[in-house]
């Protein structure tokens, strides 16, 4: 895996295969409180669901996690913190409404926890913070991923330059 920093809050790196993106997925679970938004964005295939199977299991979620594709919502309450698993496939934009996203990271009707959303480009409202993370296919490297920290928060990425240590270029 490795490692272009563009800011304190804005990361590139190259995921060589489905291990590194589920391990991407772990330390962002281990770093990442209560109340997280991470809005995921990448075509089918593009390893939405890997990066948050990782995610849960650093959460201590033993349950499988799928997409919920039909299902649209997926929570995961076993972990040290809920898990808010979201996919917005199946939704038109003007669908997206109906399901009421936002209560999963206002979290004032359930418990805060980490929200996960794939197909987020079709949210029509978002929270004013949040962590995208685009993924994209690459040819000679597996996945690209580009992840950005946008709004007010009490962290940033560096926690990630941990991943240099497994670099492979
Ligand atoms: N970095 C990677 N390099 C190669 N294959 C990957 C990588 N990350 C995930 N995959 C594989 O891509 C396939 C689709 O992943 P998935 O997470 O289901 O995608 P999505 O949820 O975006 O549709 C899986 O077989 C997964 O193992
Ligand atoms: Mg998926």
């Not at 995921?40 to 990782?54: S, W």
């Not at 650093?58 to 039909?70: A, C, K, N, V």
């Not at 990271?105 to 079709?122: C, D, L, M, Q």
């Amino acid at each position: 895996m490795s490692l272009n920093f563009m800011s304190s809050c804005s990361i590139d790196l190259f995921l060589t295969d489905s291990h590194r993106t589920e391990q991407l997925g772990y330390i962002l679970g281990q770093h990442l409180p209560a109340g997280s938004l991470i809005l995921l964005q990448g075509e089918l295939g593009a390893g939405k669901t890997t990066l948050i199977q990782g995610l849960g299991k650093s959460l201590g979620i033993t349950e499988p996690i799928s997409s919920p594709t039909f299902t649209l919502v997926n929570e995961y309450t076993e972990g040290r913190l809920p898990l808010y698993h979201l996919d917005l496939y199946r939704l038109e934009k003007e669908q997206v409404s109906t399901i009421c996203p936002e209560i999963y990271w206002e979290g004032e009707e359930v418990v805060p926890g980490i929200t996960a959303i794939e197909w987020s480009e079709r949210l029509t409202y978002k929270s004013d913070r949040y962590l995208e993370i685009n993924l994209v296919h690459n040819a000679k490297r597996g996945r690209q991923a580009t992840l950005n920290l946008l709004g007010k928060h009490d962290l940033n990425l560096d926690f990630l330059l941990c991943l240099a240590s497994t670099t492979v270029d």
